[in-house]
């Protein structure tokens, strides 16, 4: 086998997330952020989407687009959107914003946008929300936003209607946990155990069950098993990310 189709089959392999951002500071700063964050990981970074066909048959988990001043309504973002959908179907995609609009933010959720990030936020909110986004949740830092389960394939820039049983939709807002139950709860999600969670997230046991117990309070549920039916099961994955 040739070094070309060694790295080819290796990049199949890797989990991925690609960075598009026509300003290349802010781009460069967010690849070296996350390659700290989930080591492991290849990360791929570009100016617009004309290159995305480059990353064809990588395992590409997470597609983040930069908003780059259009309105949520553009066709213009809507084209990107439904290109990087067609290319990479199995992705989650983030936005990145400069605006801070809870109503842009409900429309983007509403077309089935699965991250919306701001500049205004601070790192380890980022972080946490990229983790949830990752585990198969959805990231939204104002109370509009919300995290549910893998929405279906058929559901791709819909809303998602499922409610919590009593006919509102079940909603839930990032503000309402701190960047580290929300680093639990993505754990949690995947369906790590306490031991588990503890390793990766560099924690004692006490200290996970003290998280779980704020995040059980918190969604007005009597275990972690309720935990997970109330938010929904996350995909399972072959492969994992580090958290420090």
Not at 154 to 162: E, F, G, K, P, V
């Amino acid at each position: 086998m040739s070094n070309y189709e060694t790295k080819r089959r290796r990049a199949r392999q890797v989990p991925a997330v690609i960075i598009i951002d026509q300003h290349t500071l802010a781009r460069t700063t967010i690849v070296r952020l996350l390659a700290h964050e989930l080591v492991g990981w290849d990360f791929i970074d570009m100016m617009g989407i004309d290159n995305l066909d480059s990353a064809i048959g990588m395992d590409v988990r997470l597609v983040a687009l930069d908003v780059a001043g259009r309105n949520v309504e553009s066709s213009s973002l809507h084209n990107d959107l439904a290109a990087i959908s067609e290319l990479f179907p199995e992705a989650a995609i983030a936005l990145l914003s400069s605006t801070d609009d809870p109503a842009m933010a409900s429309h983007a959720l509403a077309m089935g946008v699965r991250g919306y990030f701001t500049t205004s936020l601070p790192i380890e909110i980022a972080i946490a929300g990229i983790r949830l986004v990752l585990a198969g949740g959805i990231f939204c830092p104002n109370p509009l936003g919300t995290f549910v389960a893998e929405m279906p394939k058929s559901d791709r820039y819909a809303r998602d209607n499922r409610t919590n049983g009593n006919g509102s939709a079940r909603y839930l807002s990032v503000a309402d946990f701190t960047p580290r139950e929300a680093d639990v709860l993505a754990e949690l999600q995947r369906g790590h155990p306490n031991k588990v969670i503890a390793g990766k997230l560099n924690l004692s046991g006490n200290t996970v069950k003290m998280h779980l117990q704020h995040i059980m309070r918190k969604l007005n549920v009597q275990n972690r098993t309720e935990v997970v039916a109330r938010l929904g099961q996350a995909p399972s994955t072959d492969h994992e990310y580090t958290a420090s």
